[in-house]
């Protein structure tokens, strides 16, 4: 429904008030960015100072700064993949699991579940990176990252495959077992292929939360962005620069993530003819504002 | 685990500390996200801008980068508080652009039949949207706010990673780090107090969805 039908297609006045409010509007936006702007520059930040090494490239420390955060990216990066390799395979088998299982255990797999949907991602990443040396298991910090990054990743992506499989046609799983196929053959030939594509818009948008939570990593000194910037900062002593520029690479990454999965998504809805409607995106709560 | 009970008052304060820090951010966002979605789905183009705007911007980029660019930023402006207030700031704003979606989205989803229906009848805009669009958009906001509300419960330990302080993360950093207790049990106890708010949440968000839930 878009804002047009809750009103009758304007007419002259009602342009003209909408176009005197617009300029309003426009006027205090950028009074207000102004003002800001102003006071920043006012406390000097803009100065080539603080700015340089971010942005100029015969500036002294542009090599070395940029240097450590494509060392953050790459650590970022492989942060992420791991995890969404590990979530995806683990995610998948308490998918399986959780619809397969025989009443009597099945209020175990969806208590797991649950449970680990109830966790904050930080105090799985903590403590993972402090219980598991504890009890004699020692990794390097990558993968306390990665351990506690899968534990809950792993349950959103096992939810969205059950939404998934949930979604396609009854007559899909009967077919397959008219034909004699097994329950685990219906399953992983049938069921499953169906379901990630179905719901690959709803991975992408899951990996973009994968990709923010890497950053959590700080808290256990792991060196991706927040880390290496305020490595950055403690030499350089420009906070706001540094972090408007991690900010900057989080937004591209992510936004890239997000479009990609809409474009997904469109195509899925024009590819598919004979199954029933995809389920949205957003059918199954990805947990969307999940960690940070 | 004898640690729970050892050092129990301590996990209420850090309790408490943690159910302040979600009060206030929650009402904040609620408000703000509310503001923003009536920016978003209004005729006036600069504010359209401003929404979509504020959007893009927090839900692509992390919490923990948000925190530090606020605690970082808003002194530079002028503006001065505690840690405490520039963790309940943070989290506020980086909330809000996902109450915006959701409230936007719960607009949205009002068929346009409703409205049209409501115009035909020779309803005005305030009386359409406030008698027959808002309580409907309230039914199908209830359940993605709720998920909003519950993950802004879990990230309100991020605030507390970040260094606010006293709340029940930070409970589990002073008790492993500071007094040496072993690390397993005073986790577990800092995952029970984060487990006691959002599991009976959850119950009540899903009890609530399958009430409000109509067929459309």
Redesign the interface.
């Known amino acids: ?1 878009s ?6 297609i ?1 007419g002259p006045q009602a342009r003209r008030r ?1 176009l005197i ?2 300029l309003v ?2 006027v205090i ?1 950028a009074v207000v960015i102004v003002l ?1 702007v102003l ?2 520059a006012e ?1 000097g ?1 803009f100065s080539g100072e603080k700015w340089g090494p971010l942005v100029n490239p015969f500036d002294p420390s542009f090599a070395a700064v940029w240097n450590l955060l494509g060392q953050a990216l790459v650590a970022t990066l492989t942060a992420a993949g791991l995890t969404l390799v590990f979530s995806l395979v683990i995610g998948t088998i308490f998918a399986v699991t959780r619809v397969t299982a025989s009443r009597s255990y099945r209020w175990l797999v969806v208590g797991v579940i ?2 680990l ?7 799985a990443i ?2 993972a990176a ?2 598991l040396p ?2 004699g298991i020692s990794l390097p910090i990558l993968w306390y990252l990665v351990i506690g990054l899968t534990a809950y990743n792993s349950v959103i992506i096992a939810e969205i495959i059950r939404a998934g499989i949930a979604s396609l046609p009854r007559g899909q799983s009967e077919a397959g077992y008219s034909l004699g196929l097994t329950r685990g053959q219906v399953l992983s030939t049938i069921l499953l292929p169906q379901a990630f594509r179905v719901m690959l818009p709803a991975l992408i948008s899951q990996l ?1 939360v994968i990709v ?2 890497t ?2 990593g ?2 256990i000194s792991y060196e991706e ?2 880390r290496t ?2 490595i950055i ?1 403690q030499t350089l002593r420009n ?2 620069q540094t ?2 520029i ?2 900057i690479i ?2 591209a ?3 890239s993530l ?1 479009k990609l999965a809409e474009y997904v998504e469109r195509r899925l809805s024009r590819a598919r003819t004979t199954a029933a409607a995809p389920t949205h995106a ?1 059918a199954v ?1 990805t ?6 | 685990m004898g640690v729970i009970v050892e050092q129990f008052p301590l996990y209420v304060q850090g309790f408490l500390q943690t159910v302040r820090i979600c009060i206030l951010a929650a009402v904040g966002s609620l408000i703000l996200g509310t503001i923003l979605a009536a920016f978003r789905v209004s005729p006036v183009p600069p504010l359209r801008a401003v929404g979509a705007a504020w959007v893009t911007v927090f839900r692509n980029t992390p919490l923990a980068v948000v925190l530090f660019a606020v605690a970082f930023g808003l002194p530079e402006l002028g503006i001065n508080g505690s840690y405490f207030w520039f963790g309940v700031a943070g989290l506020t704003l980086y909330t809000a652009a996902f109450v915006c979606e959701a409230v936007r989205s719960g607009i949205n989803s009002v068929s346009a039949g409703q409205a049209e229906a409501a115009r035909a009848m020779g309803l005005t805009f305030s009386q359409s949207l406030s008698l027959i669009v808002l309580p409907q958009a309230f039914r199908t906001v209830v359940p993605p706010l709720g998920s909003v509300i519950i993950a802004m419960i879990k990230n309100s330990a991020i605030v507390g990673a970040f260094g606010v302080g006293g709340d029940l993360f930070a409970v589990g950093v002073q008790l492993t780090s500071a007094q040496g207790y072993a690390a397993a049990g005073v986790l577990t106890g800092v995952l029970l107090g984060y487990l006691i708010l959002t599991i009976p949440a959850g119950i009540v968000l899903a009890r609530l969805e399958r009430k409000l839930a109509v067929a459309r």
């Open positions: 429904m804002s047009s039908v809750l009103y009758d304007p909408t409010s617009s509007a426009a936006v800001v006071r920043l406390q930040q649950e449970l949907r109830g966790v904050p991602v930080v105090i903590f403590f402090r219980v504890e009890v973009v923010k939570d950053s959590l700080f808290i962005f927040v910037a305020n900062i906070p706001i972090y408007i991690v900010a989080f937004i990454i992510n936004y997000g957003g709560d947990g969307a504002a999940g960690g940070g």
